[in-house]
């Protein structure tokens, strides 16, 4: 007797992106622009998106950053405290 455990997430997945890319080319094929139209509609999509990701990835470095250097600021606080505790003992 064979197990049935479901789809897995990458397979839900994998159907979501063929379906939506699928849609996007019967979409493409029945617009009603002329070719040269979509063909600058697509590329100004397309440059916003690249711009959309570069704000993204620079974002992300951004609090990137930023966690990095509260991590070292919390690291370095903890260092101090264990050496005024190590100072208190040996006093």
Same mark, same amino acid.
């Given at each position: 007797?064979?197990?049935?455990?479901?789809?897995?997430?990458? @397979?839900? +997945? +994998?159907?979501?992106?063929?379906?939506?890319?699928?849609?996007?080319?019967?979409?493409?094929?029945?617009?009603?622009?002329?070719?040269?139209?979509? #063909?600058?509609? +697509?590329?100004?999509?397309?440059?916003?998106?690249?711009? #959309?990701?570069?704000?993204?990835?620079?974002?992300?470095?951004?609090?990137?950053?930023?966690? #990095?250097? @509260?991590?070292?600021?919390?690291?370095?606080?903890?260092?101090?405290?264990?050496?005024?505790?190590?100072? #208190?003992?040996?006093?």
């Amino acid at each position: 007797m064979a197990r049935d455990e479901g789809a897995g997430a990458g @397979t839900v +997945l +994998l159907a979501f992106i063929l379906g939506a890319v699928s849609g996007a080319a019967v979409a493409l094929l029945y617009a009603p622009a002329s070719g040269n139209e979509t #063909r600058e509609y +697509l590329g100004e999509k397309a440059r916003e998106g690249r711009e #959309r990701a570069a704000a993204a990835a620079a974002k992300g470095r951004e609090m990137m950053d930023q966690g #990095r250097e @509260t991590l070292s600021s919390a690291i370095e606080r903890g260092r101090e405290a264990y050496q005024q505790a190590r100072a #208190r003992e040996n006093a």
